[in-house]
């Protein structure tokens, strides 16, 4: 019986991937659930395991193809296992080994998609060492970071040419656009084409917070083994108050249904070799200070390591992007389809401020709610904005739940 080895669902809003290695050649045996092949999405890894055992009898996507959710990659012939032939005594006689075991990875060579972006930018393996893949092996995030430094930068003559001469063609240079950037593109016009989306901005006197975190930091990770105070648990916290008093924040819309939540999995959006990843923090309202650090903690060296799986990118209700983390004032975040809002942190600055008819200089930053107009009024997007301010500069009602 012949079955079908087919891409899985790969995540949210993620249609297609790329065949990055085939683990099983054409005539090797394989076992139920024993990975096959790797696909590579534009955030991970994702091993398709066999459906079934048998030998592999084809292969219909090579290495380096783009396939959507649902294709097919290869086939299994179904069956018992092969009975391996026994050795002879007398002639001492071996049989030749098996075709079962994983294929041969050389010197591992680089990942399908990063080896064509390494040809279009005429960029060396050697130039970029040891890859952050699986068994050494480049990614696209290894020749991104790659290229991302002067030195680095492809030369003129190693683009495409353009279609028609240009004055300035001499003075450009020409890369093609990876799968994540092609990807970022996409989704962020789908949520500017799909939703009514605006912006709500308020500030909030981060002295509170700053006082109690160096009060308390030490101590802090003295007892939790390591973890770090940081401000982001704060916020996390206080997202969670104002979306239980306007849940309407924490919804999403489904056809012509609102889908309100009883749980709140917060995205925390993170940097990576490959881009901005937004890991889950789930049943974030239920967890600790120090369970959120720690995890939040944890995201980051995962991301940096591409280890992030499928499954802490999806399933987000609501999320916080901190771009203050390098050095923005103030900007507008785009929503995360299918989730309604998302909040943007922004770099602490010190301001006048007029406190008690007198004028101060205070640490402030600015915050911005991004929500879906069809299914959040500006009431309850300010309102949740307001809420957020008043738990930060207050954080005793975060103890409190006030």
Known sequence: MTIEIKVPALGESVTSATVARWLRKPGAWVERDEAVVELETDKVTVEVNAPAAGVIAAIAADEGAEVEVGALLGTIAAGDAPVKPAVNPVAGVHPAPEPSGPVARGDHPPLPAAQKMMTETATQAAQIGAGSGKDGRITKGDVIAFLATPASAPTPAATPAAKAPRSDDAREERVKMTRLRRTIA?????????????????????????????????????????????????????????????????????????????????????????????????????????????????????????????????????????????????????????????????????????????????????????????????????????RVKESIEDPRRLMLEI
Request: proline residues 4%.
């Open 186 to 386: 996409a989704r962020l016009k789908e949520a500017q084409n799909n939703a009514a989306m605006l912006t709500t901005f308020n500030e909030v006197d981060m002295s509170a917070v700053m006082a109690l975190r160096a009060e308390y930091k030490d101590v802090f990770e003295k007892k939790h083994k390591g973890v770090r105070l940081g401000f982001m648990s704060f916020f996390v916290k206080a997202c969670v108050a104002a979306l239980r008093e306007y849940p309407t924040v924490n919804a999403e819309i489904d056809g012509d249904e609102i889908v309100y939540k009883n749980f709140v999995n917060m995205g925390i959006a993170v940097s990576s070799p490959n881009g901005l990843v937004v890991p889950v923090l789930r049943d974030a309202d239920r967890m600790s200070f120090p369970e959120i650090e720690a995890a939040i903690s944890n995201f980051g060296k995962r991301a940096r390591d591409g280890a992030l799986k499928l499954e802490d990118l999806t399933g987000g209700s609501f999320s916080i992007t901190n771009g203050g983390v390098f050095g923005s004032l103030m900007s507008t975040p785009i929503l995360n389809p299918p989730q309604s809002a998302i909040m943007g942190m922004h770099k602490i600055q010190d301001r006048p401020m007029a406190i008690a008819g007198k004028v101060e200089i205070r640490p402030m930053m600015y915050l911005a709610v991004s929500y879906d107009h069809r299914i959040i009024d500006g009431r309850e997007a300010v309102s949740f904005l307001v």
